[in-house]
C-alpha cells in the first residue's frame, strides 16, 4: 500500500509562488508514474502535470506550460510542483496521483491519491 501526502498550499497573490510537495511511503517509488491533477469548486478534476519513473519525461496541460514545473527526488520519495506567476484562476484544491496505466492525464487511469491540498489565488 502506497500513502501520498501533499503539502505546501495556502494563500497567495497572483503573481506569486507556491512549491507543493508530495511525500510518498512504501517501496518502488522511483517505478511509479505520478502526476498532479487540480479541482476547483463545480469543475471536474483536471490533469496538471505529469513525470516519469527517472524524472526524464514530464508533460503539462497547457494552461500552466512555462508556469509550472513538476520534478522529483527519488531519495527522498517526494515530488515536486513548483507554480510561478500564479492566477487566480490556478486557485484550486491540489491533488498529487501515482502509478498511473494508461493515459496519464486520466485521473481514473491513477492508483493512488492524496488528501489534497488547497491552493488559493487572491487578486
Known amino acids: 500500500q502506497v500513502q501520498l501526502v501533499e503539502s505546501g498550499g495556502g494563500l497567495v497573490q497572483a503573481g506569486g509562488s507556491l512549491r507543493l510537495s508530495c511525500a510518498a511511503s512504501g517501496r518502488s517509488f522511483n517505478s511509479y508514474n505520478m502526476g498532479w491533477f487540480r479541482q476547483a469548486p463545480g469543475k471536474e478534476r483536471e490533469f496538471v502535470a505529469y513525470?516519469?519513473?527517472?524524472?526524464?519525461?514530464?508533460y503539462y496541460e497547457n494552461s500552466v506550460k512555462g508556469r509550472f514545473t513538476i520534478s522529483r527526488d527519488n531519495a527522498k520519495n517526494t515530488v515536486y510542483l513548483q507554480m510561478n506567476n500564479l492566477k487566480v484562476e490556478d486557485t484550486a484544491v491540489y491533488y498529487c496521483?501515482?502509478?498511473?496505466?494508461?493515459?496519464?492525464?486520466?485521473?481514473?487511469?491513477?492508483?493512488?491519491w492524496g488528501q489534497g491540498t488547497q491552493v488559493t489565488v487572491s487578486s
Open positions: 513525470i516519469s519513473g527517472s524524472g526524464g519525461s514530464t
Open positions: 496521483a501515482g502509478n498511473v496505466r494508461g493515459d496519464f492525464r486520466d485521473y481514473a487511469k491513477y492508483a493512488y
